[in-house]
């Protein structure tokens, strides 16, 4: 290998941000992956979305009163959640218009907060991240809810798929809905938390979206595109710092753009597979 | 012998008075061994009945008493396009007999991959679900409830949609299933297979008729239907069929 090459690929990890940043991509992607896969078949992706952006108020609030930003999170989660579900209660707005109002409505009110004159420097961290300054506190969280959140994906996953499989029939397979889209929302929950640090209120659902899409677009087994959506996540990490580091460009952005593209290159490359083997036909047999 | 269902005067309501129930009067026992055809229209109480003895629907009044229910439910309320095999689909099965703690293992598996062999499809086991064509869907979910080893299979218009050929397999299926000693309770709208069965159970919100093949003369399944059925004479053999007009095997929701 050429010393340019080579120095190109062990520059970045000379300094021990990046080596920690990296740390922090391989547990972020690993959870985010894994989780994303069932997020994106149990078509929750907005609701990710939502959730991530609702959580800013709490995030903002953490740093302007002092008190640890998973602490401000959960406590915006929880409010948020509150509000989503009072706002679906009512039947003149709906479901989907109360998740959007209160988001919406949400996401604003951190920003205001994140703009008043007593806020502090960088809060802009909080909405894109800041993959490089993660701190020890930071891995040790990840690398927490790694293990938790691989636990709990491993002894729900036969559950997981009777519910997604057919939502209907799963009581009289012994799986209670109601419970497993719980857990699973609980599940959410954590990785948003915990992710929000390295990637920021706006791109962490990147590192839960676009892996799964890509895994999507390759497999046609939960397990294996679990297993996928976890290395695309780490690879589109590492990728991303590469970028980062040699084009100078903000890491957060870059990871979530790779991640994007990676996807994009998957579902295209699907596409163009199954044009070639059927003509553009379906994925499944007819009903 | 003890039947594996027994059905005292069930009355089952989604709504209070003056709502009419959607279930009433309902009264029969199923034996081991047994195939019965449940007739009526959409909206008739099929699937109402099909949930009380599940024990998803509580009644309003009688009495179920009802062995261990597995249901085969239309392969339409699956979704096709999610991302599991034959044997996946098999092993969901046998998650009610295990604690919550624990998830489907090697035994499991190997118990799923009996059942795909039980009913034909035991070099299917890898192929996604989605790819398989409508009957051997239908026998993948039948292939899911053996797996539950329930005594009881109740299966929710397992024919619609399948061709001639698919159509024989699914019923010699059946008639191993319950020469085996299981129960099967199978809502349909064919009359002339439910002649070919061993019982059969009329339901129009009410009970209108239980017994053998016997009872299924034009009174009762105008009584059933109305009257809108068809009486169509075979061009080759001359002989006469009831049959009913093809809104009626739209799919109940």
Same mark, same amino acid.
């Given at each position: 290998m050429a010393p340019a090459v080579l120095h190109w690929l062990t520059d970045p990890w000379a300094e021990p941000l990046m080596r920690r940043a990296f740390l922090e991509i391989?547990?972020?992607? =690993?959870?985010?992956?894994a989780l994303g896969g069932w997020v994106l078949q149990y078509q929750l992706s907005y609701s990710a979305e939502s959730l991530a952006h609702a959580l800013l108020p709490g995030l903002v609030l953490s740093a302007l009163t002092g008190i @640890?930003?998973?602490?401000?999170?959960a406590a915006g989660l929880l409010v948020a959640a509150a509000a989503v579900a009072l706002a679906g209660r009512a039947p003149e707005i709906g479901r989907d218009t109360g998740v959007a109002v209160v988001v919406t409505a949400l996401l604003g009110l951190g920003v205001l907060l994140a703009l008043s004159p007593d806020a502090p420097p960088r809060l802009n961290d909080l909405l894109f991240g800041d993959v490089l300054g993660v701190s020890d506190g930071d891995l040790l969280a990840a690398a927490a809810l790694v293990l938790v959140l691989l636990a709990a994906l491993v002894l729900l996953h036969s559950r997981l798929l009777a519910v997604g499989f057919d939502r209907l029939t799963a009581p009289?397979?012994?799986?209670r @809905?109601?419970? =497993?889209?719980?857990?699973?929302l609980v599940l959410l929950a954590l990785v948003l938390l915990v992710a929000v640090q390295g990637l920021g209120n706006l791109l962490v659902v990147s590192v839960l979206i676009a892996p799964a899409t890509a895994a999507r677009a390759l497999t046609r087994r939960m397990g294996t595109m679990l297993l996928i959506s976890g290395a695309t996540a780490v690879l589109g990490g590492a990728v991303g710092l590469y970028v980062s580091f040699h084009l100078d460009t903000a890491a957060g952005a870059s990871i979530a753009a790779t991640l994007v593209l990676l996807a994009l290159a998957a579902t295209a490359g699907e596409r163009v597979a199954r044009y070639r083997a059927t003509g553009g036909g379906p994925r499944t047999a007819p009903r | 012998m003890t039947p594996l269902i027994r059905v005292e005067g069930l009355r089952v309501a989604y709504a209070p008075p003056p709502a009419a129930p959607a279930l009433d009067g309902v009264e029969f026992t199923v034996d081991r061994g047994q195939r019965v055809a449940v007739l009526g229209p959409n909206g008739g109480g099929k699937t109402t009945l099909f949930r009380v003895l599940l024990?998803?629907?509580?009644?309003?009044?009688?009495?179920?008493?009802?062995?261990?229910?597995?249901?085969?439910?239309?392969?339409?309320?699956?979704?096709?396009?999610f991302p599991v095999s034959a044997l996946d689909v098999a092993v969901m099965g046998a998650i009610s007999r295990l604690p919550w703690w624990r998830r489907p293992g090697r035994t499991e598996r190997v118990r799923a991959l009996r059942a795909l062999?039980?009913?034909?499809?035991? %070099?299917h086991a890898d192929v996604t679900f989605g790819e398989l064509s409508g009957g051997q869907r239908q026998r993948v979910l039948i292939a899911r409830a053996l797996v539950q080893d329930a005594p009881v299979i109740l299966l929710d218009e397992p024919f619609t949609g399948l061709d001639a050929v698919s159509m024989q397999q699914l019923e010699d299926l059946l008639a191993q299933l319950a020469s085996e000693g299981r129960a099967l309770l199978v809502a349909t709208h064919d009359v002339e297979?439910?002649?070919?069965? %061993?019982?059969v159970l009329c339901l129009n919100r009410r009970q209108i008729a239980d017994g053998g093949?016997?009872?299924?003369?034009?009174?009762?399944?105008?009584a059933t239907y109305g009257t809108e059925l068809v009486d169509i004479e075979c061009a080759v053999h001359g002989h006469h069929e009831l049959v009913l007009p093809p809104h009626h095997h739209d799919h109940e929701h």
């Amino acid at each position: 290998m050429a010393p340019a090459v080579l120095h190109w690929l062990t520059d970045p990890w000379a300094e021990p941000l990046m080596r920690r940043a990296f740390l922090e991509i391989v547990l972020l992607g =690993v959870a985010g992956g894994a989780l994303g896969g069932w997020v994106l078949q149990y078509q929750l992706s907005y609701s990710a979305e939502s959730l991530a952006h609702a959580l800013l108020p709490g995030l903002v609030l953490s740093a302007l009163t002092g008190i @640890p930003l998973l602490v401000g999170g959960a406590a915006g989660l929880l409010v948020a959640a509150a509000a989503v579900a009072l706002a679906g209660r009512a039947p003149e707005i709906g479901r989907d218009t109360g998740v959007a109002v209160v988001v919406t409505a949400l996401l604003g009110l951190g920003v205001l907060l994140a703009l008043s004159p007593d806020a502090p420097p960088r809060l802009n961290d909080l909405l894109f991240g800041d993959v490089l300054g993660v701190s020890d506190g930071d891995l040790l969280a990840a690398a927490a809810l790694v293990l938790v959140l691989l636990a709990a994906l491993v002894l729900l996953h036969s559950r997981l798929l009777a519910v997604g499989f057919d939502r209907l029939t799963a009581p009289a397979l012994g799986v209670r @809905p109601v419970v =497993v889209d719980a857990a699973l929302l609980v599940l959410l929950a954590l990785v948003l938390l915990v992710a929000v640090q390295g990637l920021g209120n706006l791109l962490v659902v990147s590192v839960l979206i676009a892996p799964a899409t890509a895994a999507r677009a390759l497999t046609r087994r939960m397990g294996t595109m679990l297993l996928i959506s976890g290395a695309t996540a780490v690879l589109g990490g590492a990728v991303g710092l590469y970028v980062s580091f040699h084009l100078d460009t903000a890491a957060g952005a870059s990871i979530a753009a790779t991640l994007v593209l990676l996807a994009l290159a998957a579902t295209a490359g699907e596409r163009v597979a199954r044009y070639r083997a059927t003509g553009g036909g379906p994925r499944t047999a007819p009903r | 012998m003890t039947p594996l269902i027994r059905v005292e005067g069930l009355r089952v309501a989604y709504a209070p008075p003056p709502a009419a129930p959607a279930l009433d009067g309902v009264e029969f026992t199923v034996d081991r061994g047994q195939r019965v055809a449940v007739l009526g229209p959409n909206g008739g109480g099929k699937t109402t009945l099909f949930r009380v003895l599940l024990g998803q629907l509580e009644p309003g009044a009688g009495t179920v008493e009802v062995a261990r229910c597995a249901v085969v439910p239309q392969t339409e309320r699956s979704r096709l396009e999610f991302p599991v095999s034959a044997l996946d689909v098999a092993v969901m099965g046998a998650i009610s007999r295990l604690p919550w703690w624990r998830r489907p293992g090697r035994t499991e598996r190997v118990r799923a991959l009996r059942a795909l062999e039980a009913v034909g499809l035991g %070099d299917h086991a890898d192929v996604t679900f989605g790819e398989l064509s409508g009957g051997q869907r239908q026998r993948v979910l039948i292939a899911r409830a053996l797996v539950q080893d329930a005594p009881v299979i109740l299966l929710d218009e397992p024919f619609t949609g399948l061709d001639a050929v698919s159509m024989q397999q699914l019923e010699d299926l059946l008639a191993q299933l319950a020469s085996e000693g299981r129960a099967l309770l199978v809502a349909t709208h064919d009359v002339e297979q439910a002649r070919r069965w %061993d019982r059969v159970l009329c339901l129009n919100r009410r009970q209108i008729a239980d017994g053998g093949p016997e009872v299924l003369t034009r009174s009762v399944l105008e009584a059933t239907y109305g009257t809108e059925l068809v009486d169509i004479e075979c061009a080759v053999h001359g002989h006469h069929e009831l049959v009913l007009p093809p809104h009626h095997h739209d799919h109940e929701h």
